[in-house]
T-cell receptor, first 117, second 110 residues
């Protein structure tokens, strides 16, 4: 009965490879997010999807391509991995709500630790 | 990218002490969220605040939404060893975007 789940938990790969991370939520939310957490633990939003549509792309390199097949899933595909892509990637979800609404609580998955060698 | 100023950056306290941390910004937010992250885990939502001046408690945790809507505070009373972790504030900017604080690393000495 996990709310937001991600796979894999750990991903170790060589530079130049292509890899995907999957995210699923069973909270009935219609908005999903990808965040990157660097070694200093700074959390930065990468993408936001609402009802399968891309809403926010925070100037992320186009090697990163999110895909949302339905409201419950948001996957992240990364092409030509670079050393600087090593980080923990978190998926999150929330209800869409007007700014300040009571449904704006955002819930996070357990994270995927990506290591690029 | 944008980040909220969160302080202190880290704290070492004795078990039983009270803890205070805060987040400030030059932007106005309509929602403030407080999270705790433990090693190897994702951030877990502790408290959500929706209205300027709102004071909300969750057990030993109390958070307040600043009157100016540019800041928020989190207090932990009578800390225990399992309070250790990184605490993050997050402010909602627009409908779909949350900006996170730089985190407060809390260590509790038994």
């Amino acid at each position: 009965d996990t709310a937001v789940s991600q796979t894999p938990k750990y991903l170790v790969t060589q530079m130049g490879n292509d890899k995907s991370i999957k995210c699923e939520q069973n909270l009935g939310h219609d908005t999903m997010y990808w965040y990157k957490q660097d070694s200093k633990k700074f959390l930065k939003i990468m993408f936001s999807y609402n009802n399968k549509e891309l809403i926010i792309n925070e100037t992320v390199p186009n090697r990163f391509s999110p895909k949302s097949p339905d409201k419950a899933h948001l996957n992240l595909h990364i092409n030509s991995l670079e050393l600087g892509d090593s980080a923990v990637y978190f998926c999150a979800s929330s209800h869409w709500g007007y700014s300040g609404g009571r449904n704006n609580e955002q819930f996070f998955g357990p994270g995927t630790r990506l290591t690029v060698l | 990218g944008q980040q909220l100023n969160q302080s202190p950056q880290s704290m070492f306290i004795q078990e039983g002490e009270d803890v205070s941390m805060n987040c400030t910004s030059s932007s106005i937010f309509n929602t403030w969220l407080w999270y705790k992250q433990e090693p190897g885990e994702g951030p877990v939502l502790l408290i959500a605040l929706y209205k300027a001046g709102e004071l909300t408690s969750n057990g030993r945790l109390t958070a307040q939404f600043g009157i100016t809507r540019k800041d928020s505070f989190l207090n932990i009373s009578a800390s225990i060893p399992s309070d250790v972790g990184i605490y993050f504030c997050a402010g909602q900017l627009g409908t779909y975007k949350y900006i996170f604080g730089t985190g407060t690393r809390l260590k509790v000495l038994a």
